[in-house]
């Protein structure tokens, strides 16, 4: 029986993996190899080049084409017998080489960069390749790793983690040695723990891998993925029945043609012949290259818009769809953090309604927003590496949510270098998970410092005692901090990330120990809210679709208000009774939600199992299901869809199960 790593302690944890902090030693990780097998995951083998040719036989059309060569051979029709022949060879040429130009593409198109692991081995820190790793290695993990096998933490500092193709999550989790969790708790929230194909976006740590390759998180969705069987299209569902049909009609003719040569006393074999004969006549050779012609036309139109398709009947599929259930993190957003508004003054951080600046408005006139952003852009870690070249060929180095911030304060016309040139630093505390907050330390002028802070805003506030609003300082008090606090909770509503900026005035000569220490006494600035923008076709899409009578659902493994807020903002309604969350998913029937998913639209904190059943359950409606999605977690559902449409920037395994 697997172990449920998340709920035991350390020391446990040690031991059912037979290691020590110390990490193995090479004989042992080498005898652990050799008994568990390398740390990879299973992968299909891809088909020959040979067998994707004899696959564009595959069809009963072409069985009965074949078979009426057969014939046309023996009654020496030869012309019958070329000329079949020739439209069975242009059809299965054109057929192979479009899906072999497309799955080459895809090749292609792999990142072939083998995963590095730093391991303590022999006592000794060591680099190694992460097939090599086995259970019981002690792995550390810095900013920008992927993670490279499912891992427990045994310490860290300040440890965030992407964990969007793995769970759907757009925001990165924190991550820290907890002592257990329940064994309920699910995998987005088992902070005690680290799993493969994830990436470090802050932080540090030290794990201790419990699961390698099949065992792990990702190799249980590869699992599923392996047992997902691929439906028919529905052409390929009419090319059977067709298929059927004409093989009754020719069955018929030459039974009719048989008896009626019989009762009228003619030769059985010229009777025979002849009723071959006419059934040749009745085959439809012409169908099969007229619809290959039409489905590679379509294939590139499809790529003229940058879309690569694998399969040729994935062209007609795309047609027939009636339901497109679409992942939300990387595919109906950019999948990356962008300052939306900016509050500051009465009229936004007191009023009722959100009406803070957007980012792509222009704040140069706006001096308190100009604040807030001169805050964000000196507190922070982030660079541009090439400031001389253009907006669109920046390289920004540094956090995600520290690039979004940069950005906004450069597009607003604050140069970051600039800025600490006029204002030097003195001293600076970096963010982490213990502060929930970044500050910096500036001179001001020969007599003042400058105190720059920006975090958690209910963190910020709890160390504020004035307010700059409305061009003045005023004090902050209870029935304000109140209000604060309310518009914060509304901001979280919308799905929006929320950080506060505050900063204070110090003499000169003000002697302190500890940066922390001074990070008090502060007046707050303003609120800045962020979030995972729309791709920019986003909208256009979802109304294109609807007019063309295609329904829309959301499937995310995302928090329910994050994705209500991404549902409102594309036109989905998003009301309390159209959606619904993975745990209610797991108490009702397939029975049941057959019913449910007729007026459901959003499916949140759904797991790729749950995403089968939604897809399955709108199949078993007679829907035409095509699946959007760019993680690991989407591949099951992509592969068991109609048509799977994975997205350019999504993962392999994604790209692999799409059609």
């Given at each position: ?18 290691s ?12 652990r190899i050799?008994?568990?097998g ?20 595959n ?7 074949l ?15 070329i ?10 040429t ?6 072999n ?41 810095k900013?920008?790793d992927?993670?490279?096998a ?63 390759g ?17 439906r028919?299209?529905?052409l ?93 993190t ?20 007191m ?23 001169k805050?964000a ?11 001389e ?23 607003a ?7 600490e ?47 700059d ?17 309310n ?41 800045i ?47 309390e ?25 959003i ?8 995403k ?12 035409v ?28 395994v ?6």
């Amino acid at each position: 029986m697997q172990t449920n790593w998340h709920t035991i302690s350390l020391s446990e944890v040690f031991s059912e993996a037979e290691s020590r902090k110390g990490g193995l030693n090479s004989s042992e990780a080498n005898q652990r190899i050799k008994e568990f097998g390398r740390n990879v995951l299973p992968q299909e083998k891809p088909y020959s080049k040979i067998r994707l040719f004899l696959s564009q036989f595959n069809s009963p059309l072409m069985y009965i084409l074949l078979v009426t060569v057969i014939i046309s051979l023996s009654l020496k029709h030869y012309s019958d017998t070329i000329f079949i022949a020739v439209v069975l060879l242009i059809n299965t040429t054109v057929g192979f080489y479009q899906e072999n130009k497309a799955n080459q593409s895809l090749l292609a198109l792999k990142k072939m960069v083998k995963v590095r692991a730093r391991v303590l081995r022999d006592g000794y820190e060591k680099e190694i390749d992460s097939e090599e790793l086995v259970i019981g290695d002690i792995v550390f993990l810095k900013h920008g790793d992927k993670v490279p096998a499912d891992g427990r933490i045994v310490e860290s500092r300040g440890l965030k983690l992407n964990e969007a193709s793995l769970t759907g999550e757009s925001q990165a989790v924190e991550k820290k040695a907890e002592d257990v969790l329940s064994e309920s708790t699910p995998l987005p929230e088992r902070t005690n723990s680290v799993f493969m194909g994830t990436i470090v976006e802050e932080g540090w740590a030290m794990m201790i891998v419990v699961a390698t390759g099949i065992n792990t998180q990702i190799g249980d969705i590869v699992s599923l993925l392996k047992k997902t069987k691929e439906r028919k299209t529905p052409l390929q569902k009419k090319i059977v029945s067709l298929s059927r049909w004409v093989g009754i009609f020719i069955l018929s003719i030459v039974v009719i043609v048989l008896i009626e040569g019989y009762f009228t006393g003619k030769n059985f074999a010229d009777v025979f012949v002849a009723s071959l004969a006419l059934a040749v006549s009745a085959i439809p050779e012409g169908l099969l290259p007229a619809i290959t012609i039409i489905m590679v036309l379509g294939m590139r139109r499809i790529f003229k818009q940058k879309g690569l398709v694998r399969k040729l009947s994935a062209t007609e599929t795309l047609g027939s769809v009636t339901i497109i259930c679409t992942d939300k993190t990387g595919t109906l957003t950019e999948g990356k953090m962008q300052v939306s508004h900016i509050l500051t003054g009465t009229k936004e951080l007191m009023s009722d309604s959100i009406k803070g600046l957007a980012k792509d408005e222009n704040v140069n006139g706006v001096e308190s927003h100009i604040s807030v952003l001169k805050i964000a852009t000196l507190a922070n870690e982030a660079f541009i590496e090439n400031p001389e070249a253009g907006l669109q060929e920046w390289v920004v180095r540094g956090r995600p949510t520290e690039k979004a911030l940069l950005l906004a304060g450069t597009q607003a016309g604050l140069n970051k270098h600039e800025l600490e040139r006029q204002y030097p630093v003195l001293d600076r505390i970096m963010f982490e998970s213990d502060y929930k907050f970044a500050a910096t330390y500036h001179r001001k002028n020969d007599k003042q410092n400058v105190l720059y802070i920006i975090g958690a805003p209910e963190e910020i506030i709890a160390r504020c005692v004035g307010l700059d609003i409305d061009g003045k300082n005023e004090k902050l008090g209870t029935v304000q901090a109140d209000k604060l606090i309310n518009k914060l909770e509304e901001l979280a509503q919308k799905g929006l990330r929320v950080l506060a900026c505050a900063h204070r005035d110090y003499n000169a000569e003000t002697k302190y120990q500890n940066l922390a220490e001074l990070v008090n006494g502060l007046s707050l600035v303003g609120f800045i809210a962020l979030k995972d923008p729309l791709r920019q076709d986003t909208k256009d899409s979802i109304l294109t679709t609807k007019k063309a009578g295609i329904r829309t659902v959301i499937v995310t493994g995302d928090h329910k208000l994050t994705a209500k807020a991404i549902a409102e903002e594309i036109g989905l309604e998003a009301r309390e009774e159209n959606i619904i969350e993975g745990k209610e998913l797991e108490t009702i029937s397939d029975d049941e939600l057959r019913e449910k998913v007729k007026h459901i639209s959003i499916y949140a904190r759904v797991s790729p199992r749950h995403k089968l059943r939604i897809v399955d359950a709108f199949q078993s409606n007679g829907e035409v299901v095509a699946m959007l999605g760019d993680g690991v977690n989407d591949a099951p559902a992509l592969k068991s869809a109609d048509i799977g449409v994975a997205v350019g920037s999504g993962t392999d395994v994604a790209k692999e199960a799409a059609d």
